[in-house]
Nanobody, 122 residues
């Protein structure tokens, strides 16, 4: 079983910063390929925010580019999302996602965190 534990959400004023963390806990993970963040605002579909490959390549949605930074510590199976210059439209539940394998070159699996609320409001 794979468990993703997220932390770091909360209430912040516009222009403020937050740092989200996501730790993958499991004895059956051999390797993690892409790690990513998604978010879902009330009444809207879940949208992709950022991703980081095992090689360290990062990509971002246009709406967060230049403000958010994704990073990972592969030794700890942990990833982070540093969010700066937050705007009210960043308010959402943020979910982490990993693509992982049980064996070298084996089937790729997909797991999600439980979500953490980020609220940007004055």
């Amino acid at each position: 079983q794979v468990q993703l534990v997220e932390s770091g959400g909360g209430l912040v004023q516009p222009g403020g910063s937050l740092r989200l963390s996501c730790e993958a806990s499991s004895r059956i993970i051999f390797s993690i390929d892409t790690m990513g963040w998604y978010r879902q605002a009330p009444g809207q579909q879940r949208e992709w925010v950022a991703a980081c490959t095992s090689a360290g390549t990062t990509t971002y949605a246009d709406s967060v580019k230049g403000r958010f930074t994704i990073s990972r510590d592969s030794a700890k199976n942990t990833m982070y999302l540093q969010m700066n210059s937050l705007k009210p439209e960043d308010t959402a539940v943020y979910y982490c996602n990993i693509e992982w394998r049980r064996t070298p070159g084996g089937v790729k699996y997909d797991s999600w965190g439980q979500g953490t609320q980020v609220t940007v409001s004055s």
